[in-house]
């Protein structure tokens, strides 16, 4: 039933309408839907890469090296940062709570620790379709011109690459110097976790430069 009602208030644009009567409508039809079928049920969040999992699931061991690196972590209700061991069974649990808003704290914690991508970037790329610039063969050329592509956009705060094996070359004005830079960088980031910090923006950087 809860997830049906969700679906019915977005498909009814329910939560558009303004006012306090606007938000009394609101909460009609959200009373009782959970966390995870809100997100579930969300054009704005739902998609085929992530997923919620199960507690015991091995693969929260890389969510949980992730989680204890980040400086934003959720609290209990006595304001104490929820611990790395704990996250899985959390994520459970508060998923499954009633959903109360878009910017209600939690909401955004499951977001970011609970509904999660599983895939490296490595695996994302073949699960678009789509191949690392030159990587079935040492193809000079194509770096050369990924490269020159990188360089066009550089000077852009978004674009800009930092943390390479060598910066200087990599946002300097030569191909021969910057390209094999560019290559070893993208080869390094194959293995980094779609739900790790700083993800989203480092596979924009990679998909852009990266992929054929």
Not at 16 to 23: E, I, K, L, R
Not at 114 to 143: H, I, M, P
Not at 160 to 180: E, Y
Request: a neutral charge.
């Amino acid at each position: 039933m809860a997830t049906a009602l969700a679906k019915a208030a977005m498909a009814s644009g329910a939560a558009g309408v303004t006012g306090a009567s606007g938000f009394g409508i609101y909460k009609q039809f959200f009373s009782g839907v959970s966390i995870r079928d809100t997100i579930l049920n969300s054009k704005e969040h739902s998609n085929k890469w992530n997923k919620f999992l199960e507690a015991k699931d091995p693969k929260w061991s890389g969510i949980q090296e992730e989680y204890g690196k980040s400086n934003s972590k959720p609290t209990d209700s006595d304001g104490k940062e929820i611990k790395k061991e704990d996250l899985p069974s959390w994520c459970v649990s508060e998923s499954g709570k009633d959903y109360s808003g878009k910017e209600d704290s939690i909401f955004k914690a499951i977001l970011r620790w609970c509904y999660v991508n599983t895939n490296n970037f490595g695996e994302q790329v073949k699960a678009l379709g789509r191949e690392l610039v030159g990587d079935e063969s040492d193809d000079t050329n194509a770096w050369k011109a990924a490269w020159n592509k990188y360089k066009d956009k550089k000077s852009q705060a978004q674009w800009k690459i930092t943390g390479s094996s060598d910066d200087t070359k990599l946002n300097g004005d030569k191909d021969t110097d910057g390209s094999p830079i560019l290559k070893t960088w993208c080869s390094n980031q194959k293995s980094v976790a779609m739900y790790a910090n700083g993800a989203e923006d480092t596979f924009s950087k990679f998909k852009e430069f990266c992929l054929k």
